[in-house]
């Protein structure tokens, strides 16, 4: 009998153990760091903010996303370069899609079948820049009805200013949060953290922007030679 309870013993410790290790590390994980709060922004401010950046005139990001440190989607990299309203994506080096917002203009290259390579030409729906950056969505902060907005602080890093802001679905624990790192002299989101369940255990998925600034030239935004393509769907 007491070497029964002698075991209990132990398990209880070892689970115990184990269950402040879990609360240690999410607490860890969802630290805010030591923010500079002096120049606090509104909700309005920082949706100010975003826009400002939605309009920025050249820069280039390639994202990548992070789960506990792990790197995701390695093999197949997705770049995208942006100059005075054009952007051109490119997958693994080869250009898939070109947009220009001054003239509504979408192409998006589907690739080889039949011994030919096909191209579909389109317009551009209104709605796919309406909370976005280039496509990298935002609206999580511009749905005031839905989400909570906390301003977390300023951090300075590699000479730049950024502000770190957090959103959380109202009929959800804060908890399950995420944030956003914003520059806060161009507007342009550099990273976002997600901080999500699985199983007990709550992970934070970082997705790095890799921002890079005023280095796109007109070479890397360059409209699709359409004699080179068939038109898919006529």
């Known amino acids: 009998m007491e070497k029964k309870k002698r075991i209990l013993k132990v398990l209880l410790i070892i689970l115990a153990c184990l269950l ?16 500079n709060k002096n120049n606090i922004m509104s909700r309005e401010e920082v949706i100010g903010l975003l826009e400002k950046g939605k309009e920025y005139p050249n820069y280039y990001y390639s994202s990548q996303t992070k789960i ?8 197949n990299i997705t770049e995208y370069y942006i100059k005075d309203n054009v952007k051109s994506t ?12 001054n003239t509504n203009e979408n192409i998006r290259i589907l690739g080889e079948h039949d011994g030919k390579d096909y191209l579909r030409i389109g317009d551009i729906q209104s709605e796919i820049n309406l909370n976005s950056q280039m496509g990298f969505d935002y609206s999580l902060i511009t749905n005031i009805e839905q989400y909570n907005f906390e301003y977390l602080g300023e951090k300075e890093e590699n000479d730049k200013t950024y502000v770190i802001v957090k959103v959380w679905n109202k009929e959800r624990p804060k908890i399950f949060s995420t944030k956003f ?12 953290i997600d901080y999500v369940f699985y199983g007990i255990i709550l992970t934070k998925t970082t997705t790095d922007r890799n921002v890079k ?8 935004v360059l ?6 393509y068939e038109i898919y769907g006529i």
Do not use: C, H
């Open 181 to 192: 790192k914003i520059d806060k002299e161009t507007g342009l989101i550099t990273e976002r």
């Open 213 to 220: 600034l005023d280095v796109v030239k007109d070479e890397d």
């Open 68 to 75: 506990l440190g792990n790197k995701l989607n390695e093999t």
């Open 20 to 35: 402040a290790l879990i609360i240690v590390y999410e607490i860890v994980i969802q630290f805010d760091e030591f923010l």
């Open 223 to 228: 409209k699709p030679d359409m004699t080179k």
């Open 90 to 101: 490119v997958v693994n080096g080869k250009q898939v899609e070109w947009t220009n917002y």
